[in-house]
């Protein structure tokens, strides 16, 4: 059976090899190549560049580290452990973030999707899902991570992510909403006792630690109408090959190492 990657980690496939001719490498080669003779040395840097550009597709070092984590997981049931207070407090506060994005966007109410996607290469499941677009929420753990002055989505996993859940859904059109809701209070004394032992406090709280976490974790002067920042996010035609070529180069990778 082929194997099919998760929405949520494309992105660690995406990545280009070192070994790839970058744009910028490609046009010093079409300089080079213009020229009618060459000194010495731009005529070895053609050669290089000439090298790298036809050379074989091939994943990139991080790609390969994913894959063999894949492969440990479904051959040994070894997995990655994957838990922070920032994958906590996103877990617990997903439909609040959903209802914020729906008071904000203003494109009509907004559920969440239960349904699992699944094609030839991918599977997932997005957060939302509406007759014109997909949704994914991020929940920021503090004002102080929400990402008030980005013009772009600098998280390249995160656009991965929602080009493969569009492709998913045959919906081309995607939005990719941060928002900033309030900290739940179970995760808020858990930060509480985590600051008190860094200072040694030894466990337990001080009057002082208390006020402190509660103040960083206060969004009582922030508006709304502020505390969404949604990036959209389209599919092309070129997105869906390249996740493709990519999703082929891990399975050959893959299967060659068992």
Known sequence: ???????????????????????????????????????????????????????????????????????????????????????????????????????????????????????????????????????????????STFPFFDEKITNTNYLWQLKSYMWLTNIHKAFLCYCLVPTPQTLIEDEMRRVSWKRGELGEVSEEVEQEVREFHNLDQIPIWERVKSFEVNLTGEDIMKMKEKITLAREYYNSLG
């Open 1 to 143: 059976m082929d194997l099919i990657i998760r929405a949520s980690s494309l992105g660690r496939l995406m990545s280009d090899s070192t070994t790839k001719i970058t744009d910028k490498q490609l046009e010093t080669l079409n300089g080079l190549l213009s020229k009618i003779q060459l000194t010495k040395l731009q005529a070895q840097l053609r050669d290089k560049l000439i090298a790298k550009r036809d050379a074989p597709n091939e994943l990139s070092k991080g790609a390969k580290t994913y894959i063999k984590e894949l492969w440990l997981e479904n051959n040994y049931g070894i997995k990655q452990e994957i838990k922070s207070k920032y994958i906590d407090k996103g877990n617990q506060v997903e439909s609040l973030s959903i209802k914020l994005a729906e008071l904000t966007m203003d494109i009509g109410e907004l559920y969440k999707n239960e349904k699992f996607y699944k094609n030839d290469f991918i599977c997932g499941t997005p957060d939302v899902v509406t007759d014109s677009c997909v949704i994914d929420v991020k929940s920021s753990w503090s004002a």
